[in-house]
């Protein structure tokens, strides 16, 4: 099951999720943490699921590392997503409310 788990989330990362959006140009550090890190974590996923079948106990710290890796991974993700609510969706609302008072 974790196999089909990290070939999906290659699948998912090789797509390209950030190449779509055209709104921002990703960074080293978005690259980094949105592709990078992601395709290694999700690799060790997919590669510990072919180990299980010879090496049982090792693979299972590979899930273990491949998860505890993608944990640190959605820290900065969710924190990024966060000040991007706060400092822009939050600060174009107060100027399209500050429009509405003038008119």
């Known amino acids: 099951m974790w196999g089909v788990a990290g070939l999906g989330g290659l699948a998912y990362t090789v797509i390209g999720r950030m190449c779509r959006q055209p709104v921002y140009k ?10 990078a890190w992601p395709f290694l974590a999700y690799a060790m996923l997919a590669m510990s699921a072919f180990a299980a079948l010879s090496h049982t106990h090792d693979a299972l710290f590979g899930v273990g590392g491949a998860v505890l890796l993608l944990l640190f991974i959605g820290i900065p993700n969710a924190w990024s997503n966060v000040a991007y609510q706060v400092l822009v969706n939050i600060a174009n609302a107060h100027r399209d409310w500050s429009r509405d008072d003038r008119e």
Do not use: A, G, V
Request: proline share 10%; no cysteine; glycine share 0%.
């Open 26 to 35: 990703p960074q080293f550090e978005d690259w980094l943490f949105h592709t």
